[in-house]
């Protein structure tokens, strides 16, 4: 396990960057043109992002970005 100390700043930041990101890949989540094995791939990492997210956000924050992982794997 790694550790990192961010100032306030920084963790706005990391905060922006990593909303954008789960964002971006929500729509692709979405996207009907992308077939299952991508939208698998998206989603994994969707869930690599988002515990990311989890750590520094808070809980109304991370309830917009919960998936209903049923319709995604």
């Known amino acids: 396990m790694l550790g ?3 100032n ?4 706005k ?3 922006y960057v990593l909303r ?6 929500l729509l692709d989540l979405n996207d ?3 077939d299952g094995d ?3 791939a998206i ?3 969707y869930k690599v992002i988002f515990r990311m ?3 520094i956000a808070s809980p109304k924050e991370l309830s917009r970005y919960v998936l209903n992982v049923r319709i995604y794997r």
């Open 4 to 6: 990192i100390l961010f």
């Open 8 to 11: 306030d700043k920084e963790c």
């Open 13 to 15: 930041e990391l905060d």
């Open 20 to 25: 954008k990101e789960l964002d971006e890949m």
């Open 32 to 34: 009907s043109r992308l």
């Open 53 to 55: 997210f989890a750590r």
């Open 43 to 45: 989603a994994k990492r």
């Open 38 to 40: 991508i939208k698998t």
